[in-house]
Structure formats: C-alpha cells, structure tokens
C-alpha cells in the first residue's frame, strides 16, 4: 500500500453506490498515466456490477495524483490542429446531448476545467453559463475568457439552485462519497431540471478487453466506476430518475489510452508506449471503435437524470 494512502473507509466492504456489501476484492490498478506508482485496491459489487477504491485519498495524496498537467486542467486554446479539432467535435457532441433535452436557461457545469464546454454553449443558444472548479488554474484560465467560474467544490459550495441543466462531464468517477455529492446537487436542479453525466463504463467491452490497463479505471483518480445499473440505483436513492442517451458514445480516446497502457505494462520501448497516444493513432482507431460502438455501445455512459416523477422517457 502506497504511505498516501489511509485503510480508513469505514466500510470497505459497502458497495458506494447501492450499500451492497455483496463484493469481491477484484483489481490490483497501477497509476500508468502519470506516476506509475500502485497497487491501489479496487473491489467489485456483485450486484450492482460497480468497481471501486477501497483505500481513501488523503489529502498530500490528492496533490500527488493530480498533478498539474492534468488533461482537465490544461488550456484547451493551446491545442495543436489535429487535437484542437477533435476537441471541437467533442465539444459540439456535448452540446447537442443537452439540445436534445432542453433549448436554454440556467446551466452549471460542475468540474468545468477551464471551461471550454460553457464556452461553446454560450456560442450556440440562450444560455446563461455558471462553472464550478477546484482547480485554481483552471479557473482562473475561464474567469480570463470572461467566463463565471466559482472556485470550490460540490460538498462545500454555496451556490444557490436552481438550474435548469447540470453537467457532470468524467466527474462523478472521480467522487469518494456520490451518494452525499448527488444529492446535494440533485437539490440545485429547477424543478424540471437536467443533470446530464458522462462517466467509463465499467461494463463496456473495452472494460473487458483491457482489463486492469483500460484507462477508464485511472487508478486512484477515478473512485468509483460505474455500471449502468450501478448509476440507476445511486440516482433512484438520490431521487432521480435515470435514462441513457442513445447513441453510440464514442471510445476512441479511452482506446489509446489504454492501449498506452498496455505497452507501459509490458515494458515497451518509451516512444511506442507514447505513441499509441498521439493524435493521428487516435484517428486510426476511429473506425473500429466506431464499429465496436455501434455493435455493443461505447466504453463511456452518458446518461441523463430528472427528479422521480417529473417526466416520461424523454427519448421513448
Ligand atoms: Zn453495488
């Protein structure tokens, strides 16, 4: 067990998201994407199909595992061509998941970085943005684009509801304790408000396929990764009701990460390793995982979440 880490969860055999204490210990995860350090402890629940961290974060461990070129964090205007434009199409998809739903109003992006996603919302419609980020780079780098970003986070913030959409893009994996988290932000949604969230899928094929090298485990960063299951349980208890957005959720960023991965696992050559990572690698996987996608679903869930009773399947 690595000095940063504390065996203090009061119930390491309680699944997060369904109490469920119907688990295995499963993973042995090593931190390729930036310390290589590991192994950090990950658990299964056999009900709800969740894996998840059973050591706590401390808080030196926090600054060690998310260093201060952390994707999230970087400015995104920096991009070079090939990754500034696949950023933009990212960015566009994301807007047109939250088109589907509702035409503007209210809208908090919680873990905004340095806010591109509110900055193509604000381009495209009637949308009053408002960030929240823990980052002070990051935020600082939004509130310079003349953006309202509040520094903080979810348990302690004060900002006040009610909003007609709320966006959690990869962050509720990176949440010790979502079930406190979501409600409390289930509390800031309008009454006929949208949260929409974007985590790995636990269950996906590529899950499968890599094993403890997919990227979408990103040990110890990510907490918990969910199942869909998993995510339909832990909102039901927050008081919401849960639809997937349909579509196939593209996979090929999670691909070559993991395949990154894979070649540090077996001690490849550093700039092989690295290379599964570059930009036109990541275009090369397209097709195929376009494929896998749209035969089995992506390796991520978007999913969108309203209060229990509000509403019928918004995509039936
Ligand atoms: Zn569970």
């Not at 994996?173 to 409390?184: A, S, V, Y």
């Not at 849960?242 to 691909?255: E, I």
């Not at 089995?296 to 978007?302: C, D, I, N, R």
Request: glycine share 8%; net charge neutral.
């Amino acid at each position: 067990m690595s000095m940063f880490l504390t065996p203090s969860y009061p119930n390491a055999k309680q699944c997060p998201a369904c109490d469920s204490d119907n688990t295995d210990a499963e993973l042995a995860l090593y931190d390729w994407a930036y310390t290589r350090e590991g192994p950090f402890a990950y658990s299964r629940c056999n009900d709800c199909g969740a894996l998840y961290a059973t050591e706590e974060l401390s808080p030196a461990a926090l600054e060690r595992y998310y260093p201060r070129h952390y994707a999230a964090y970087v400015d995104d205007a920096a991009f070079g061509l090939i990754r500034g434009t696949a950023h933009r199409v990212g960015m566009a998809k994301r807007c047109r998941t939250i088109e589907q739903l509702c035409q503007g109003g209210r809208l908090l992006d919680i873990g905004c970085g340095a806010g591109a996603f509110l900055r193509a919302m604000q381009a495209r419609g009637p949308w009053n943005v408002i960030g929240l980020e823990r980052d002070q780079k990051a935020v600082k780098l939004a509130r310079d684009s003349g953006l309202d970003v509040h520094w903080g986070d979810i348990a302690t913030s004060n900002l006040a509801g009610a909003f007609d959409v709320i966006t959690l893009w990869d962050v509720i994996e990176h949440l010790e304790r979502p079930r406190d988290i979501l409600r409390r932000i289930a509390g800031w949604l309008a009454v006929d408000g949208w949260l929409i969230l974007r985590t790995p899928d636990a269950a996906s094929r590529q899950a499968r396929w890599f094993g403890a090298r997919w990227a979408g485990y990103d040990p110890p960063r990510h907490r918990v990764i969910y199942s869909f299951g998993a995510l339909e349980i832990l909102a039901r208890r927050c008081g919401l009701a849960l639809w997937q957005v349909p579509g196939p959720q593209g996979s090929s960023a999670l691909a070559s990460l993991s395949m990154r991965n894979l070649a540090l696992a077996h001690e490849w050559p550093h700039w092989l390793a690295e290379s599964q990572i570059h930009p036109l690698v990541q275009i090369a996987w397209w097709p195929a995982c376009a494929f896998w996608d749209a035969i089995e679903g992506g390796a991520e869930l978007v999913v969108a979440a309203k209060r229990l009773g509000t509403t019928n399947h918004p995509y039936g």
